[in-house]
């Protein structure tokens, strides 16, 4: 079974950094992708950073520059550096993680941890 467990997400400065980390019940390699969302307050979730087996990062723009993923396969973790936070930041942001088995795919997500950018 497949579990994604988010945490690090808490009230920042504007400016300011924080990582997010997301730990899963299973290797990071056995998924073929790997991905932060977020859902703005009254907004649609939206992609954050994604990483594809075999392809580079791929970024939102509203983050280009400013955030960065990265994995660490010994810890079945995945990471989402944020840095130059800035108000419209401010959302649940939420772990993702994507599977494919013969014709099948199979999603999975976190719970969600909260991030709150405010002076």
């Known amino acids: 079974q497949v579990q994604l467990v988010e945490s690090g997400g808490g009230l920042v400065q504007p400016g300011g950094s924080l990582r997010l980390s997301c730990v899963a019940s299973g290797s990071i390699s056995s998924f073929n992708t790997m991905a932060w969302f977020r859902q703005p307050p009254g907004r649609q979730r939206e992609l954050v950073a994604g990483m594809t087996g075999g392809c580079g990062p791929n970024y939102g723009d509203s983050v280009k520059g400013r955030f960065t993923i990265s994995t660490d396969n010994t810890k079945n973790t995945v990471y989402l550096q944020m840095s130059g936070l800035k108000p419209e930041d401010t959302a649940v942001y939420y772990c993702?993680?994507?599977?494919?088995?013969?014709?099948?795919?199979?999603?999975?997500w976190g719970q969600g941890t909260q991030v709150t950018v405010s002076s």
């Open positions: 993702y993680a994507q599977r494919r088995r013969n014709l099948r795919s199979y999603d999975y």
